[in-house]
């Protein structure tokens, strides 16, 4: 491994070099993974090699913690993560895939269906191009029922019999959909709750 050494000088920038080094791994040469008031009130220099030590005077070539700070975010820089439904998820993957034409003209194909997705048109684009700096990841939706009290005093759920609204007492049984989908069937007479998983 190469030599690593970091000037600090608040207490502050210390615990942040070290939390950056904790999380990768590493310890400190006796072993511990702390921080140490008295350590850091007599070292100016956080060094790592195959473990962290320090030193009161320059070692190597030091990098100011400013330098060594944007280069842990430059090195971690992270995806822009778009959460979408199961459904819209699996048609981007599929136009992704492109099966039996060119990518170009899946998109074109499939323009309509990019234009009505709410997480907008560039991001989708580079998705579907491949560039590892955007991802997508299909998010379980909510899903709704409708219940109410029927005359004999007890809790019952909405469901469709042959296409028409009926009821059932067992939520297991009962008509469930996202919050539009369930609206549409709503009427004073129920209440929508949650389904939970």
Not at 77 to 85: D, F, G, H, R
Not at 104 to 110: D, K, M, P, R, V
Request: glycine share 4%; hydrophobic share 40%.
């Amino acid at each position: 491994m190469t030599e690593t050494v970091v000037h600090v000088t608040t207490l502050e920038q210390w615990k942040s070099v070290l939390d950056v080094w904790f999380e990768q791994g590493y310890i400190w040469v006796s072993g511990e993974r702390k921080y140490s008031e008295n350590l850091i009130k007599s070292f100016e220099y956080l060094i790592l090699d195959d473990y962290i030590y320090c030193s009161d005077t320059e070692v190597g070539k030091p990098i100011e913690y400013s330098d060594f700070m944007a280069q842990q975010k430059e090195d971690n820089k992270m995806a822009m993560v778009y959460e979408v439904s199961q459904s819209v998820f699996d048609e981007l993957q599929r136009i992704k895939a492109h099966e039996g034409t060119s990518l170009i003209g899946a998109i074109t194909l499939n323009a309509k269906l990019i234009k009505s997705i709410e997480v907008g048109n560039k991001a989708i684009l580079r998705y579907l191009a491949d560039d590892p700096e955007i991802e997508f990841k299909a998010v379980k939706e909510q899903l709704y029922r409708l219940w109410r009290i029927d005359t004999d005093g007890d809790r019952v759920y909405m469901k469709f019999s042959y296409g028409t609204p009926a009821y059932v007492s067992n939520k297991d049984f009962a008509f469930t959909a996202s919050l539009e989908e369930i609206t549409k069937w709503n009427n004073p007479a129920w209440e929508i709750e949650k389904v939970d998983d």
